[in-house]
């Protein structure tokens, strides 16, 4: 998928006016977080399992290396296959050659955000082979030639609306208007691509060292059709989601569900491992799993080794302000929100990406809830530290800083122009807002800007205490 | 060297490179091997049976308690005539020598397109989350759990364990290894892709009866 997160603050500014956005954002907002909200609190071991969960990845990726053999060896044992690649073009090739040897016209996928940071449906598509997402979220997206704007709910920036057009457009009326009606529709259609899929494609929730086992966990079972009816079944992960043992994959699924959708499970947690037996009736010939690096070896080395105990489970831009005003599209790549403002330009570059890192008011939020206790707001500091390092920093900000830090450095000066700047701006204003201010649209353009009261604080200050 | 094992021991080094260090030696792969990960296990407080069965209906499931395997087939079938269901079935050939109706039409094959209900044996309950686990084999294939709209899963309470750990051994303890698919069944299929409203029935069964023996 072709980056756009240079965009940014275009994309953004066109989210706030989008009115759909903004009513669909606006019914997933509370949803989300009220709904973890009660289950960490029904959870008396929830915090518990948190630091348990941060210092069991810390571990696990302090001996990824021998994790990642012992995985590799457990999964030959069960008669898969594991390939390994450096980055996102030798992970397509990898499963190109799979599907073409294997002549494959029809190719069923599971959710997997590794797919969509791999551009493998592109790739795919381009060699002349049908590929159909089966997720319901994903499957509404594909049909709006849009990528995810979620990483758990990929099209949680649609309304019903817009998926009952999407779907008379894709599968001819009548138009459904009723979601158990739209539901319905888009398992009909699927039912008949699951049986006739020759690849299935899914993502990997964990690798478990100890069995050689892949686990997914979703709540539609989609990815259990995918994966079952196929002929082949290749499964696309990250090298970081190793874990040692099937107990140690539970630890993380008990924070999950609960992190991601607010439930104590989700519907369905499958462990494969390998393809079918001879004595099976049913399950794939074949079984591959394509460890992707990517860039994740490198965040091992530095500050950002703490980014790869993620597990992908959304609550941190479910709590972001700014994801929850902007969305998802407005990042501009496969990872939205906190985390993807973190991985986005250490996997895209430092300077593709900008303004991701800018894009954050430091509120803390989603290190307060993040699962496995990624410390998001610092990482993001030390992102904006590496730009300036880097002499990213666009060159107006750069004066701007240089003025102030000037200013600022001269207390006399900086009191001067304070008072200066509050009679001003309490001038232009009505009724204490700002509606326009040269200079700063991006922020008056879509919210007013408060005024100040007229005098500085220092001035109301000592005209107290001069009353006194 | 082909470009794949390059690969591999590209990511190996750069991973090992990021660690500042070269591979573990013998001890230390020996010591991560004995690791024995001791995870804190949600206290419960409750009676195993009547946990699993409050929170599996609490996801929608259904469960209903018979007091032997003999009266599955008379579940089965009232199961299936209050649902309007013609008399056959996917049924797991675990559950094939049970005193089924002579009418009653079994596919103990893999379920195809058309199948509307199954019967699948459940190897573990799991307290917990009241969740089934049910593994693949000759006795149970995989796409009976997923394909019909109406899925009926018989299930031993004295198979019914408190956490997932408890569960794993299960798993480990097999003497044919581990299933090709291990599933972990918490109710009916269900999204919330649409506007978040929940909506069950999405591509795995609309409903999952329990059948509880014992
Ligand atoms: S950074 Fe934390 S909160 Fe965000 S997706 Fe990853 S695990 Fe979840």
Redesign the pocket.
Known sequence: MEIRSKEFKERSVFAIHDASLQQALGKARGGFVGKRAQQAAELPEFEQLREEAKNTKNEILANLDHYLERYEQAVVAAGGHVHWARDAEEARNIILDICKRVDAKTITKGKSMVSEEIGLNEALIEHGMEVVETDLGEYIIQLAHEPPSH?IAPAVHKTKDQVSDLFEAAHGGPRKTEVADLVNEARQVLRDKYFRADVGITGGNFLVAETGSSIIVTNEGNGDLTQTLAKVHIVTSGIERVVPTLDDATLFLRLLAR?ATGQETETYTTISTGPRHADDLDGPQEYHVVLVDNGRSKMLGGRFRDMLR????????NHCPVYGAVGGHAYGWVYPG??GSVLTPLIKGLDAAYDLPNACTLNGR?AS????K?P?PDLLRELRHMQHQQDITPVMQKRALNLWRFAATRPKLYHALEQVAARVLSGISRKGRIRRLPLASAWTDSRDLPAPAGRTFLELWQGKRGQK | MNARVNAREAILNSVRSALKRGPLDDTQRAALDARIPQHTRPAQDEDLVARFMRKFESRAGTVERVTGFDAVPAAVEAYRLGKGLPARAAVGAALKDLPWPADFEMNHGAAGIAEILSVSPAIAGIAETGSLMLAAGPGSPTTHNFVPDDHVVVLEASRIVGHFEEAWTILRARAEGMPRATNIISGPSRTADVEQTIQLGAHGPRRVHVILVG
């Open positions: 990483i992190s993620c597990i992908r489970c959304g609550a941190c831009m906190p985390m989603c809830v993040c699962p496995v990624i998001l």
